[in-house]
């Protein structure tokens, strides 16, 4: 019971961090075991979806308006940072979008991805958490770890499984996001 209310408590910080735990675990895969690889990045994002469902059936929607699901731990004090994540009705839909397209991702790339497989799956396991936490986020500092921790992967998967431009198009892309986030 104490860990089912554990559980319950902390769903949403369970739900963004599951994938870097299966993230974790691929990185003790042999990068050769690329089908093995394949099979455990759509069980760590399968899985992670059906993680995110108690989210739905638990959530509020007379106030859906409201946070729901909250939890503020102190973080960094010394910038009055708190670890403050929560949810409303619109980053409802956007998490469970997020626990569902990953694993439509890595079937999408099961033909298409041939090189470097295991770095592209811990790219798309490390950017699904990093999406999760921006959904959820309700401290500013917070916020932006995640979405920062979202362009990282992000930049790897366009410059290195890109198209014919994706060197190009990865330091546009970087050039953007870090000149659009100082501001």
């Known amino acids: ?9 902390n769903l949403l910080s369970v ?21 093995v690889i394949k099979w455990w990045a ?4 399968f899985s992670g979806f059906f993680l995110s469902l108690p989210i739905w ?8 308006d409201k946070m729901q699901f909250e939890v503020n731990i ?5 910038l009055g940072a708190n670890f403050h994540v929560g949810i409303d009705g619109i ?25 470097r497989v295991k770095e592209f799956m811990i790219c798309l396991l490390v950017m699904e958490a990093a999406m999760v936490g921006v959904f959820c986020a309700l401290d500013f500092v917070l916020f932006f770890v995640f979405w920062e921790t979202v362009l990282v992967p992000m930049y790897f998967i366009i410059a290195i499984w890109g198209g014919p431009n994706r060197v ?12 659009g986030s100082v501001l």
Do not use: H
């Open 91 to 115: 980053s409802l839909l956007l998490v469970l979008l997020t626990t569902l397209i990953t694993p439509l991702c890595v079937l999408a790339s099961w033909r298409y991805i041939t090189k």
């Open 168 to 179: 190009y198009a990865a330091i546009k892309f970087m050039i953007y996001t870090l000149i």
């Open 15 to 35: 739900v963004a961090f599951w994938p870097l735990l299966g993230m974790i675990i691929l990185l003790f895969i042999n990068k050769e075991k690329t089908t």
């Open 42 to 45: 759509n069980f760590v994002g």
């Open 1 to 9: 019971e104490l860990a089912m209310d554990l559980f319950n408590t």
């Open 57 to 64: 059936f638990r959530f509020d929607f007379e106030n859906a």
């Open 74 to 78: 102190p973080w960094i004090q010394s």
